[in-house]
């Protein structure tokens, strides 16, 4: 987060560019040749409005629903591969024990590729504040826990202690965020016959690798 508000600052210190905040792109405005504008709602009002552009950048992250904009505006369909190992991460945010705030090292436990079963992993990240940001994570079928209560436990089960040893001295600020979307997914634009001008895409909208 610190270095994504860096990014946003220097951004926004440029005269130049107007950020319209909680506003959300509900479709492209256009043809199969051409994108002229986007249709905005604010997020707070309800309120819609149509923005005229001259290039149209779907930066909508892994969740973008560019297939479905241009289906709309008749493009073929994109074709698209999808390599979903069904991993799952459960995070949760712990105040750093006393003489371990400042200076700690990021800490990885890997699964074990040799193990024919689903993998478990777990790292420790110490962020800016005297916190630990601990993640434990696996591929499907290892039943990550959602539940307070089962996260030491879980980071028990890893193939090294130090994570669960280290969240056990810590003490926890937050509950257990879960988040499972993990998969792998790329769009092939580049392979149809047709594009429409004024449109780019990139980053997780185009592929989000995990
Ligand atoms: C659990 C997890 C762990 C990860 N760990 C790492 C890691 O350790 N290292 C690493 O390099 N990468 C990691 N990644 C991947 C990394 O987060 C992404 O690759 C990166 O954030 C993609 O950036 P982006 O700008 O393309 O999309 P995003 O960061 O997803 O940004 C997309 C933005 O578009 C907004 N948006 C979506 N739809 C609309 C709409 N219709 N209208 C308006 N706005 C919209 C969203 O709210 C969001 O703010 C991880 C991802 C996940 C989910």
New binding site residues.
Partial sequence: PVLDWKVRDRVLANGRITLRQR???LDLVGDAKRITAVRVRDMDTGAQETLEADLVID???????LRHWLSALEVPPLEEDIVDAGIA?ATRVYQAPPGAAAGFPAVNVAADHRLREPGRFGVVYPQEDGTWMVTLSCTRGAGLTAHDDDFLPYARTLRHPLVADLIDLAKPLTSVAV?R??ANRRLYPERLDIWPEGLLV????LA?F?
Avoid: M
């Fill in positions: 506003a959300e792109i930066a909508s992250g892994r969740g973008s629903r991460y988040s979307v993990g990139l980053g997780d909208a989000a995990n």
